[in-house]
């Protein structure tokens, strides 16, 4: 639709609000939309899930833009203060541009308001893990794995936490059942190259290495 009226600002709103709930890779695209938007309807008329929409995409895109992001979502909490995916996205946010303590000083907030959402713990996790705060991290890692057993990002993350501290061969039996979960996964493969080929296992990392390519 937007091929046949491009300058249609409200199909540009729709499609730009798929586009980041999608994910990867449609941020720069959503970016770019939703930069029409907002100079079409101009910062006043702006709503709360634009400006969120906004942020989310600047703050992911390749081409990001962390101080378009920060002005967006400071702009969504204005409008609805108690806004879960705000906080969550300026957590996010924070925890890309390596401000690790805000970044868990806000998904903290976001608990407060939703208890129980894994992005929410693995961003933490993330943050300690920036901080150097390992086993902290493995804690929240461990917490998100409890909730969503068969999530196989879930076990990814809590193999990463095993490997940060050092239990190496258990770190490896997770890396291997999120391959099973979710084979597909290029750095679930990946994870494992990294272990194997320091022990010189050149069979096994040769496997995981042209599973990833």
């Excluded at 890309?96 to 608990?111: H, N, Q």
């Excluded at 095993?162 to 996964?185: M, Q, S, Y």
Aim: aromatic share 10%.
């Amino acid at each position: 639709l937007l091929e046949i009226e491009p300058a249609n600002t409200e199909l540009m709103d729709i499609a730009a609000s798929a586009m980041v709930t999608y994910g990867e890779p449609w941020f720069d695209k959503a970016k770019t939309l939703m930069d029409e938007v907002r100079k079409a309807r101009g910062d006043a008329a702006m709503t709360h899930d634009q400006w969120l929409n906004l942020g989310r995409a600047a703050t992911r895109a390749k081409k990001y833009d962390f101080k378009v992001a920060e002005t967006a979502l400071q702009a969504a909490l204005k409008l609805s203060a108690q806004s879960y995916p705000a906080h969550v996205a300026m957590g996010d946010l924070l925890l890309l541009r390596g401000e690790y303590t805000k970044a868990i000083e806000w998904f903290e907030k976001a608990r407060k308001i939703k208890d129980g959402d894994l992005r929410v713990l693995w961003g933490i996790g993330d943050a300690y893990t920036g901080l150097s705060e390992l086993h902290k991290a493995l804690e929240f890692y461990a917490t998100a794995l409890e909730l969503a057993p068969q999530d196989p990002e879930a076990v990814y993350k809590f193999a990463c936490g095993l490997k940060n501290v050092g239990r190496i061969d258990e770190a490896v039996l997770h890396f291997e059942r999120a391959i099973a979960l979710d084979p597909a996964r290029a750095r679930y493969h990946l994870a494992l190259v990294d272990i194997y080929l320091p022990r010189t296992m050149d069979f096994s990392a040769k496997k995981h290495l042209d599973a990833a390519l």
